[in-house]
């Protein structure tokens, strides 16, 4: 029998303390928990090694598992436990410590999941915007152009050019940071489940993998699974289809946008419905899908709170990372709405510091995406498709 020294690393343990975990140490190991999941696999089921994994700072073991994604935070688990320990939060701090130790530049990890950085992150988007702005002489009201027909354009007060020289390489730089973070955390899995990793490569096939874990990501269905926070499925659903309807709008309004001077460019006559720079009219099937993407966020947002704070004694509050996301998403959705209705209503001195903090928050969003809670969507797909394609039950 081969003896296999345990090096604790008490600074992990620390740190998911810190990132909510704190009801760690109550864990006794009696396995109620992996027995009340639903999601939890028969083979090798979570949560239960993963809290003796975390009581022992095993973070190499915690990292390389995609159980940790696997659970949907339904705390169904944080609700049965006899010791009062929350396996849920502890999770979801691991999570969480997961997504920093994937994403690069470390420190930008660490600053978004601490509120001590949180007024300079904010800081960052605050000065590049003013700066553009003192640059156009726009920084006071009555500098700003109006449109022909009198009335308030945003293009006008920060011209797309350079919304889009600040936002393309924001975009490109999620990307990047989303693209080596999920290669870094793909090979980390492959390397930790060797075995697991031969079924893969018997089984095939990682393409029909990745099409049907799509398929259970469109539907969410696995939150249908949970017991004590069904409602989930709903508030998680409509977030999850108005960020693709947000997309789809940005998307949209790029062709807008830049479609006409293209197509002159390839010596084609503009098709008339490519509308040129904003703002467009509310008839328009853009604006459509972006206000009823804007407003299902603040519906989709506004349940995920309302069940955190219904469900807060037997799931437990939420972290500040969690809170922070949400907060953000929040903020982007009202201030968009909020920045066309002043504008309609062409008040002026409203709707440019709203518009203002649109950027700002959408500024936020974006850059720090591989950072914070949003990467969970990515972090969680990949663990799926590995967990799927190695034959583990999702
Ligand atoms: S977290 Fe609770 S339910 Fe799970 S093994 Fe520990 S004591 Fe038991
Ligand atoms: S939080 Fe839910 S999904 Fe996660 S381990 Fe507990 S019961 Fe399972």
Redesign the pocket.
Same mark, same amino acid.
């Given at each position: 029998m081969s003896n296999q020294l345990i090096k604790p690393d008490l600074n992990f343990v620390k740190d998911v303390i810190a990132s909510g975990g704190e009801s760690l140490k109550k =864990?006794?190991?009696?396995?109620?928990?992996s027995v009340v999941c639903n999601l939890s696999p028969d083979d090798k089921p979570f949560p239960?090694k993963e809290?003796i994994y975390a009581q022992w700072g095993l973070k190499d073991k915690l990292f390389s598992n995609p159980d940790i994604w696997l659970c949907h935070q339904c705390s169904d688990?944080t609700a049965y =436990?006899?010791?009062g320990?929350k396996?849920g939060e502890v999770l979801n701090a691991v999570r969480k410590l997961s997504i920093q130790n994937y994403s690069v530049p470390r420190f930008l990890g660490k600053a978004v999941g601490s509120p001590s950085y949180l007024v300079l992150l904010f800081a960052i988007p605050v000065v590049v915007f003013l700066v553009l702005l003192a640059s156009l002489g726009h920084l006071s009201i009555s500098d700003i152009p109006r449109t022909a027909s009198g009335g308030i354009s945003y293009a006008k007060f920060l011209p797309s050019l350079y919304v889009d020289s600040v936002f393309m390489p924001i975009a490109a730089f999620a990307v990047a940071v989303f693209a080596f973070g999920i290669y870094r955390y793909w090979n980390d899995l492959a390397r930790a489940n060797s075995e697991a990793r031969w079924r893969m490569v018997l089984k095939g096939g990682l393409i029909n993998t990745i099409i049907s874990t799509i398929g259970v990501i469109l539907s969410h269905r696995l939150f249908k699974k949970c017991d004590v926070v069904k409602d989930r499925q709903i508030s998680h659903l409509l977030v999850f289809y108005s960020f693709i309807g947000l997309a789809i709008t940005t998307a949209w309004a790029v062709a807008y946008l830049y479609g006409p001077a293209i197509m002159k460019l390839l010596g084609l006559k503009p098709f008339s419905w490519l509308l040129g720079e904003s703002p467009y009219p509310l008839t328009d099937p853009l604006k459509w899908l972006a206000n009823i993407s804007a407003l299902a966020l603040i519906v989709g947002i506004t349940l995920v709170v309302s069940n955190r704070l219904k469900n807060k004694e037997k799931a437990g509050k939420g972290s500040y990372f969690d809170w922070l996301f949400i907060t953000v998403v929040y903020l982007v959705a009202l201030s968009g709405i909020l920045a066309e209705v002043f504008r309609l209503a062409d008040i002026a001195i409203l709707a440019y510091p709203v518009y203002f903090i649109h950027l700002v928050v959408v500024f936020f969003l974006f850059i720090y995406a591989p950072f914070s809670k949003m990467a969970h969507m990515v972090y969680r797909a990949t663990a799926m498709v590995f967990a799927k394609s190695t034959g583990r039950e999702i």
């Open positions: =864990c006794f190991q009696c396995a109620t928990c239960r809290m688990c =436990c006899p010791r320990a396996p």
